[in-house]
């Protein structure tokens, strides 16, 4: 079946540092690729998404790339801010005709001054 | 648009107890979902429903567990007999078609004690 791996948190850095979050999936045909946010006290919220191979999602100076030869969709952002802080999910779609979740368990930023 | 609204926030209950809990999804939406999230994973999908009918339920959802979405607006997910294992944080998610980005309510989280 589909499914998601993301690497393990907390990631801890400072503010202004380079953010990587890594996410590999796998699926049959060609599933949606989600990243989605959960700020704490807050409801999930959708930060990105590519729908094919070597579309680039991006939103808030946050980006990630589909990449079917790697099945991969690592989350980047050049310069984390305080306000970052938040729980981040990868999430996949498969072609199944409406839009349910698969999601990876989870990466916890955090984002000190 | 208050985006989706679910009641209650909290919920203590006694094992063997029933429960039942609200989702309001936003206007218009006629796809609605149900997921779980145990502490330290991802949400797992529980069920969808498209207007009133019931279009999936996962192998998560035990016999134990019935959902209903009356007209197709609100949608209710009763527990019967609950158990340790299910508390957890139950999230409702609500779209306007095929494609479309998921939305979701902050979440009622359960706790069986």
């Known amino acids: 079946g589909n499914s998601v791996t993301q690497m393990e948190g907390p990631v801890t850095l400072s503010e202004e540092a380079f953010l990587t979050i890594n996410c590999t999936y796998t699926?049959?045909?060609?599933?949606?690729l989600f990243w989605y946010v959960q700020y704490p006290g807050e409801g999930l919220q959708l930060l990105l998404k590519?729908?094919?191979?070597?579309d680039k999602g991006s939103n808030k100076g946050f980006e990630a790339t589909y990449r079917k030869e790697t099945t991969s969709f690592h989350l980047e952002k050049g310069s984390v801010q305080v306000s970052d802080s938040a729980v981040y999910f990868c999430?996949?779609?498969?072609?199944?005709?409406?839009?349910?979740?698969?999601f990876g368990t989870g990466t916890r930023l955090l984002v000190s001054p | 648009d208050t985006g989706v609204s679910q009641d209650p926030r909290h919920k203590i209950t006694k094992r063997g107890q029933n429960v039942t809990f609200r989702c309001d999804p936003i206007?218009?939406?006629?796809?609605l979902y149900w997921y779980r999230q145990t502490l330290g994973q991802g949400p797992e999908f529980l069920t969808y429903f498209q207007n009133e009918a019931q279009l999936e339920k996962s192998r998560l959802l035990s016999d134990r567990f019935s959902a209903e979405r009356p007209k197709g607006s609100f949608s209710t997910l009763e527990i019967q007999r609950t158990e340790q294992g299910d508390s957890a944080m139950y999230l409702c998610a609500s779209s306007s078609g095929r494609g479309t980005e998921a939305f979701f309510g902050q979440g009622t989280r359960l706790t069986v004690v």
């Open positions: 206007s218009e939406h006629n796809r």
């Open positions: 699926a049959t045909g060609y599933p949606s």
């Open positions: 590519a729908t094919k191979a070597d």
């Open positions: 999430a996949l779609s498969g072609y199944t005709g409406f839009q349910k979740l698969v």
